[in-house]
């Protein structure tokens, strides 16, 4: 889906920019085209990881699980993505994923260290009605199985059936100061995780997501994590 217009806004001011920059010496010059990524570490790992690309360093040092890099502008087309430890220049996997002009990305980081992979996302970044907000599910736990979310109190799941790296469309739901989201076994509808309380604000974009791991209980463990998309 195509970026909002705060976002449009943001991106054709980089892009004016670019242009004042290079007409200055060049009256040939043509726009640069420019996508919205952001990147979420989403391994369940105590490493701390770094993501290029085209071999330019997109996150920070503490780029640790649970971590996420907001929207960062990046050049549209066949981009080469790679992910290595921090802290050495070796490769854990290499990617060539294409990024479409004016549209948001999430690019997820997921999978054990030694099956590491991205996920990348089309964000939907249309603004939601008044007093309403947009979310997407995504399972993104290895071991974690089919799982739904839902709305505590709510008799009808929000999204159902979702396995490991599958994801939902963006929906509405209701802004408020506080709503409890479960993920649930999609085979049992036990509750496995919670979010307790979470403020939902009117006009804002979510995203919530099953991380970690069902057989550890470190820092890495199974749970529930929710960002919002700016």
Not at 139 to 164: E, M, R, V, Y
Not at 175 to 188: G, H, M
Not at 211 to 224: R, V
Request: aromatic share 10%; with cysteine.
């Amino acid at each position: 889906m195509k970026i909002s217009m705060h976002y449009k806004a943001i991106l054709a001011a980089v892009m004016l920019s670019l242009g004042l920059l290079s007409c200055s010496k060049n009256r040939d010059y043509e726009p640069v085209d420019i996508s919205g990524l952001s990147i979420i570490h989403a391994s369940p790992t105590t490493q701390k990881l770094n993501v290029y690309v085209d071999n330019n360093l997109a996150t920070f040092n503490e780029f640790s699980f649970g971590s996420k890099v907001d929207y960062l502008n990046a050049y549209s087309g066949s981009r080469k993505f790679d992910v290595a430890k921090a802290g050495t220049n070796t490769s854990l996997k290499t990617e060539q994923l294409t990024l479409e002009p004016q549209v948001g990305y999430s690019l997820f980081v997921v999978d054990k260290l030694e099956n590491i992979q991205f996920l990348l996302l089309k964000d939907d970044l249309t603004k939601p009605a008044a007093d309403k907000a947009r979310i997407r599910f995504v399972n993104l736990s290895p071991d974690g199985g089919a799982l739904s979310l839902a709305i505590n109190g709510q008799a009808t799941d929000l999204f159902t059936n979702k396995a490991f790296k599958e994801y939902s469309t963006f929906e509405t739901i209701n802004a408020a100061d506080k709503v409890t989201f479960n993920i649930k076994n999609a085979t049992t509808s036990a509750i496995e995780a919670s979010l307790v309380d979470t403020k939902i604000e009117s006009g804002k974009i979510y995203t919530i997501y099953a991380k970690g791991l069902k057989a550890t209980t470190d820092d890495t463990k199974f749970g529930a994590a929710i960002f919002t998309h700016k």
